[in-house]
C-alpha cells in the first residue's frame, strides 16, 4: 500500500509560478512509476508528468517546457515546478503512483490560474 499526498495548490496569476510536492509513504520501494495528472472541469483526466523507472520525465504536450517534474528519493518526494501559468492549466493536480500490480492516487490539490 502506498499513500500519496499532494500539497502547494492554489491562485496564481497568469505567468506566474508555483510548486505542487506529493509526498509518498508506505511501501514507496514497490513504486515504478510516479508523476502527476490534471483533470480540468468538464474534462477528462490527462497526464501532466511522468517519471517512468529511472527514466527521464515525459510531459504533457500542453506543459513542455514550462513544467519540470523532478524526484527527491530520500524523502520519497515528487515535485512539480510550474512556470509561466496559463488559465489553461487550471485544474485538480493528482499525484499518481504505479507498482507492479497496483496504481495509487492522491486525494488532488487545486491549482488555479487567474488574475
Known amino acids: 500500500q502506498v499513500d500519496l499526498v499532494e500539497s502547494g495548490g492554489g491562485l496564481v496569476q497568469p505567468g506566474g509560478s508555483l510548486r505542487l510536492s506529493c509526498t509518498a509513504s508506505?511501501?514507496?520501494?514497490?513504486?515504478?512509476?510516479i508523476g502527476w495528472y490534471r483533470q480540468a472541469p468538464g474534462k477528462q483526466r490527462e497526464m501532466v508528468a511522468l517519471?517512468?523507472?529511472?527514466?527521464?520525465?515525459i510531459y504533457g504536450d500542453s506543459v513542455k517546457g514550462r513544467f519540470t517534474l523532478t524526484r527527491d528519493n530520500a524523502d520519497d518526494t515528487v515535485y512539480l515546478q510550474m512556470i509561466s501559468a496559463q488559465p489553461e492549466d487550471t485544474g485538480v493536480y493528482y499525484c499518481?503512483?504505479?507498482?507492479?500490480?497496483?496504481?495509487?492516487w492522491g486525494p488532488g490539490t487545486q491549482v488555479t490560474v487567474s488574475l
Open positions: 499518481y503512483a504505479r507498482a507492479r500490480i497496483d496504481t495509487y
Open positions: 508506505g511501501n514507496t520501494i514497490s513504486i515504478i512509476n
Open positions: 517519471i517512468r523507472g529511472s527514466s527521464s520525465p
